[in-house]
């Protein structure tokens, strides 16, 4: 069965600077997707981005890039230029390529920017 | 372009009550999902719908019916409430390509339920 950890409950920055969080994942798949979601106060999930395994350049949007190592089984999100904003909790998820559509989901790290 | 709806967004039961969770979608996608969201925990699936007229349990779907009614609704019910069920829940749902073929499934997600059962 898949497992994603993210093994940083809770993180502090100081508006402007770059933040990194990090989630591992554990999975005998060879395709599969792996997202970031962000959850503000407001409750509401946004697809923060996105990474099929099969591709090796890491992707980015904006300010928001990831470091994937598949053999680490490593996927972490980077934000630079961080914003007040992007105060939220973020969740980490993978997804088997093949599977009956369920996503499987970290326990999220709460990330506070400070002003 | 509405997304991804949800009602209630609050609600207070009493144990032994039931209720029904509504859900609808406005972007045409053809599976749906419901999540419940506890403290210092990701999401759990509780139930999903891969398409129209199709419904398969998730992780935790004990104490919890679903219905698609059509492509664009999903209600979660729950017949009998107990305090365990105290949780976030949210509704989601993702395209699928026109091949058929599942792709990476992006999900989105509504702004959620909060329950609370006394």
């Known amino acids: 069965a898949q497992t994603v950890t993210q093994s940083q409950p809770e993180m502090s920055v100081q508006e402007a600077e770059t933040v990194t969080l990090s989630c591992t994942y554990d999975?005998?798949?060879?395709?599969?997707?792996l997202f970031w979601y962000k959850q503000p106060p407001s409750r509401q999930m946004i697809l923060v981005i996105r990474?099929?395994?099969?591709k090796q350049q890491n992707a980015t949007e904006n300010r928001f890039s990831v470091n994937f190592q598949k053999a680490a089984k490593s996927f972490s999100l980077k934000i630079s230029d961080s914003q007040l904003g992007d105060t939220a909790m973020y969740f980490c998820?993978?997804?088997?390529?093949?599977?009956?559509?369920?996503?499987?989901w970290g326990a999220g790290t709460k990330l506070i920017i400070k002003p | 372009n509405a997304g991804v709806t949800q009602t209630p967004k609050f609600q207070v039961l009493k144990t032994g009550q039931s209720m029904t969770l509504q859900c609808a979608q406005d972007?045409?996608?053809?599976?749906m999902y419901w999540y419940r969201q506890d403290p210092g925990m990701g999401l759990r699936l509780i139930y999903y719908?891969?398409?129209?007229?199709?419904?398969d349990k998730g992780e935790v779907p004990n104490g919890y019916n679903v219905s698609r009614l059509n492509k664009r609704e999903f209600s979660l019910r729950l017949e009998s409430a107990a305090p365990s069920q105290t949780s976030v829940y949210f509704c989601?749902?993702?395209?699928?390509?026109?091949?058929?073929?599942?792709?990476?499934?992006?999900?989105?997600f509504g702004p959620g339920t909060r329950l609370t059962v006394l």
């Open positions: 989601a749902s993702s395209p699928r390509s026109a091949s058929g073929t599942v792709t990476y499934n992006e999900q989105f």
């Open positions: 972007m045409n996608h053809n599976s």
């Open positions: 719908s891969a398409s129209e007229g199709t419904t």
């Open positions: 999975t005998s798949e060879s395709n599969y997707y």
């Open positions: 990474q099929e395994a099969y």
């Open positions: 998820a993978f997804k088997a390529r093949d599977s009956n559509y369920q996503l499987i």
